[in-house]
């Protein structure tokens, strides 16, 4: 029963996010279509920023979204982290949230210093993989310059993801 709320939940998080970023970009005057400017992809196994550029052609660039996976039990938010890159970030894009020591911040840090979360995962990059639902947001080149930057504070805003921000106002 658990499973098929979550799913549920996670579907109608699918239709609303195209919602969100049209509505809130048509206000700015400068609106994003979904289709013609961004395209939502919830991969089933993981994709580089290269093979989207070959499969859709040139990228402005993309939101990340980090969501837990309805089998772990955990009673907080869901959204772990929400982040964005460049044209030229494909590294950031493809691989920096799975290993701890990639770069300053990603997930997989986050996690390991997360005291409940952290213990006894194993291979944190693994855990990522097998346990997170990841939602990419590729802005295409017909894309307004900055969309990107919009739409992941608009996302940051909407769903607060727990690792964001400065440690010190996170709810770890």
Known sequence: ????????????????????????TLLLEKPLKAGIDFIIDLPSDQHTFNSYKNKY??????????????????SGNRFFKIGRVGPKSTARFDGHHYNPKSSGS??????LNNKPLGK????VGDF??????RINILFLKSAPEFSNELVEAILHYKYNPLFEGPISQRKE
Request: charged share 30%; proline share 2%; net charge positive.
């Open 1 to 24: 029963m658990a499973k098929e709320k979550n799913q549920k939940e996670l579907q109608q998080m699918m239709r609303d996010l195209p919602k969100y970023i049209e509505k809130s």
């Open 57 to 74: 052609g040139e990228l402005k660039g993309a939101v990340y979204i980090f969501y837990l996976n309805e089998c772990i039990r955990f």
């Open 106 to 111: 990603n997930l997989a840090r986050s996690i």
């Open 120 to 123: 006894e995962i194993g291979d």
């Open 128 to 133: 990522i993989r097998n346990n997170f639902i």
